[in-house]
T-cell receptor
Framework: SAVISQKPSRDICQRGTSLTIQCQVD?????MFWYRQQPGQSLTLIAT?????????ESGFVIDKFPISRPNLTFSTLTVSNMSPEDSSIYLC????????????FGPGTRLLVL | AQSVTQPDIHITVSEGASLELRCNYS??????LFWYVQSPGQGLQLLLK??????LVQGIKGFEAEFKRSQSSFNLRKPSVHWSDAAEYFC?????????????FGTGTRLTIIP
């Protein structure tokens, strides 16, 4: 399995501010994804992070609110912009290795609380 | 669009008892199927996956799952649960569409183990 780390593991932020979450994978992967897990809910895909090009966003998520970067094959960032209490969630990064068909491995998540 | 249903929101079993968590999917073809586990405060860990072939798949921690095409089900089983199995369990369906791969998650089943 791929080893995926995320920073920060948790944060408490004030409304109106922005937070950037980092995701690092231990080996080269083809696909990286960002998910949101709202309190007591399941996971919802925010976007697919594409290397060297703009991320592909799911319905209901926009680049202005969740800008994503992926400068190389093993690293991606998600920024939660202009935060409100409704953004309080767990944000998870996942990745798929080239050698493993369709399997996504997940990072430990970033627990965000917006006051 | 594909969907995943986990009909049991919360299940309580005694330690040592057998376990079955239900998962039904809706998809026009045979999807890729996964079970993940999320322990409190943790990210998601892959338990097992099904792509094709033998419909009974073995996973980590003594779990297994059986794909039943006729019932559109992929139920997770364990013959004897341990207190450490207490967690949230998510069934997921993978869709590969010209390389734009996505996972759709069920709403999760929370497992409580009693002594």
């Amino acid at each position: 399995s791929a080893v995926i780390s995320q920073k920060p593991s948790r944060d408490i932020c004030q409304r109106g501010t922005s937070l950037t979450i980092q995701c690092q994978v231990d080996s080269q992967v083809t696909m990286m994804f960002w998910y949101r897990q709202q309190p007591g809910q399941s996971l919802t895909l925010i976007a697919t992070a594409n290397q060297g090009s703009e991320a592909t966003y799911e319905s209901g998520f926009v680049i202005d609110k969740f800008p994503i970067s992926r400068p190389n094959l093993t690293f991606s960032t998600l920024t939660v912009s202009n935060m409100s209490p409704e953004d309080s969630s767990i944000y998870l990064c996942s990745a798929r290795r080239t050698s493993e068909q369709e399997t996504q491995y997940f990072g430990p998540g970033t627990r965000l609380l917006v006051l | 669009a594909q969907s995943v249903t986990q009909p049991d929101i919360h299940i309580t079993v005694s330690e040592g008892a057998s376990l079955e968590l239900r998962c039904n999917y809706s998809y026009g073809a045979t999807p890729y199927l996964f079970w993940y586990v999320q322990s409190p405060g943790q990210g998601l860990q892959l338990l097992l996956k099904y792509f094709s072939g033998d419909t009974l798949v073995q996973g980590i921690k003594g779990f297994e799952a059986e794909f039943k095409r006729s019932q559109s089900s992929f139920n997770l089983r364990k013959p004897s649960v341990h207190w450490s199995d207490a967690a949230e369990y998510f069934c997921a369906v993978g869709l590969s569409n010209f390389g734009n791969e996505k996972l759709t998650f069920g709403t999760g089943t929370r497992l409580t183990i009693i002594p």
